[in-house]
T-cell receptor
Framework: QKEVEQDPGPLSVPEGAIVSLNCTYS??????FMWYRQYSRKGPELLMYTYSSGNKEDGRFTAQVDKSSKYISLFIRDSQPSDSATYLCAKNSGYSTLTFGKGTMLLVSP | EAGVTQFPSHSVIEKGQTVTLRCDPISGHDNLYWYRRVMGKEIKFLLH????????ESGMPNNRFLAERTGGTYSTLKVQPAELEDSGVYFC????????????FGSGTRLTVV
């Protein structure tokens, strides 16, 4: 079983929709969970992070971690075409290493 | 503040040749990381430098890969000799402070071995 599992998509939604992106993880060691956004031909860009369980909100984005079910979620409200990108979930897996999911490609159509 | 710079952005080489990738981290960042994404797979950790020392190189696939970081500044990743399975996108990242959340990635070097 991979340490972080993520559906690659693509996920297509109309502008203004609420988007839900999800990951599961298997290793409960280490407690930071992150969402990265990656545009085509660019490197991953840190979008949000959470520590342990709970929710964290930043503008239109909400990150959620459910440790009991080992589930990581990112919600995007009022999605925009500029949100079209690949979204990668990640968690730390050591002192300084990150383990990534494969990424979900999101397409927001005008 | 300049970001993490990687070059070349794209390299096409023949199997058996040598390729050297370079990464310039954000100035003042002691931590430098190399990651790689092979097609269809997730981004995977290769190694971590703290200044000029290798902190963790557990992700390096084999001894054809050699990473160096001169004087704790820029880093190079050499693949010698390159094999077909080495094709992918090589990302460099740097951070200062809380390493779990402070990564800044470069745009990557797309390596194609033919």
């Amino acid at each position: 079983q991979k340490e972080v599992e993520q559906d690659p998509g693509p996920l297509s939604v109309p502008e203004g929709a609420i988007v839900s992106l999800n990951c599961t993880y298997s290793n409960s060691a280490f407690q930071y969970f992150m969402w990265y956004r990656q545009y085509s031909r660019k490197g991953p860009e840190l979008l949000m992070y959470t520590y342990s369980s709970g929710n964290k909100e930043d503008g239109r984005f909400t990150a959620q971690v459910d440790k009991s079910s080992k589930y990581i979620s990112l919600f995007i409200r009022d999605s925009q075409p500029s949100d079209s990108a690949t979204y990668l979930c990640a968690k730390n897996s050591g002192y300084s290493t990150l383990t990534f999911g494969k990424g979900t490609m999101l397409l927001v159509s005008p | 503040e300049a970001g993490v710079t990687q070059f070349p952005s794209h390299s096409v080489i023949e199997k058996g040749q040598t390729v050297t990738l370079r990464c310039d981290p954000i100035s003042g960042h002691d931590n430098l990381y190399w990651y790689r994404r092979v097609m269809g797979k997730e981004i995977k950790f290769l190694l971590h430098f703290v200044k000029e020392s290798k902190q963790d190189e557990s992700g390096m696939p084999n001894n054809r890969f050699l990473a160096e970081r001169t004087g704790g500044t820029y880093s190079t990743l050499k693949v010698q000799p390159a094999e077909l399975e080495d094709s992918g996108v090589y990302f460099c990242a740097s951070s200062q402070g809380q390493v779990e959340i402070g990564y800044t990635f470069g745009s990557g070097t797309r390596l194609t071995v033919v």
